[in-house]
């Protein structure tokens, strides 16, 4: 590839959120995973990252049920392990879709969106929304935040 | 209050997401920004985050167009500064109710959901999900991620 993850990054919208919104590293391997790359040194080159730090950042994915490792043996070579997306992991597209979304409205790269998501079965692009139980989709503005049995703000 | 900073987070979906997946407290600023918290004390006493790690997040959330500073003075007191949510910063609510989503399925914490996302208008729950251009909601198996105009994949 003629290009480095620096660039790439740059036109990545949840690499661009993530510089705002958190730590980077972690929703750019899951991205990577729903690419399809598997193999440490797959992520390690397209991400740019360093070794040691790739190597944290799997074990929590995997210590957090989204990767999960599975050992592969290339012809001539030691036993390595891949990182598989979990159902948990899979599950992720929609936190990675609202990313993207997000980032393509509000931190543009000026090269146009790096990832689509579309409908498999049609290539019709599709886009994240908020959708009631009976299927309507309502615009976020319709949409408010309560606290939930969990919260403690209700109790305080 | 009588409960922690602590026994809170552990309920919050959306903080055990980020355990697994960034740095938690941007996002969590933006969770309180989002109840209608918007000061420096209300945020701290909150989220139980230390002073400086705090006043580097709200920098963050400043620069990055999520937050807007605003002044105000109480009575007797000095003039500080508020937070309050831009208007990127309110479109971000369909990354939190993304997140919300998967760490509830995902990361439980035995209370139920922290967070409930409802139709302002109606009560009704709503839930974060992939909807096609003519407004069809599809499930999450049936979208695939493909390289954008932005990407570097589909040139190298």
């Not at 705002?20 to 995973?33: D, I, P, Q, S």
């Not at 040194?41 to 944290?56: K, M, Q, S, W, Y």
């Amino acid at each position: 590839m003629s290009t480095t993850p620096r660039e790439r990054n740059a036109r990545c919208s949840i690499a661009r959120s993530l510089e705002v919104l958190g730590e980077k590293w972690t929703l750019l391997v899951v991205r990577e995973a729903f690419f399809g790359y598997t193999r440490f040194a797959d992520f390690r080159a397209r991400l740019g990252i360093a070794p040691d730090v790739l190597t944290a950042r799997l074990e929590t994915l995997v210590e957090g049920g989204v990767l999960e490792r599975r050992p592969y043996r290339d012809a001539g070579q030691r036993q390595r392990d891949e990182y598989v997306l979990t159902e948990a992991g899979r599950e992720l597209k929609t936190v990675l879709g609202a990313f993207t979304a997000w980032g393509d409205e509000h931190r543009p790269s000026g090269f146009g969106p790096s990832v689509r998501y579309v409908e498999e079965a049609t290539g019709e692009p599709v886009r994240v929304g908020f959708v009631t139980e009976d299927g309507r989709e309502i615009g976020p503005d319709a949409v408010a935040l309560v606290p939930g049995p969990g919260s403690l703000t209700s109790a305080a």
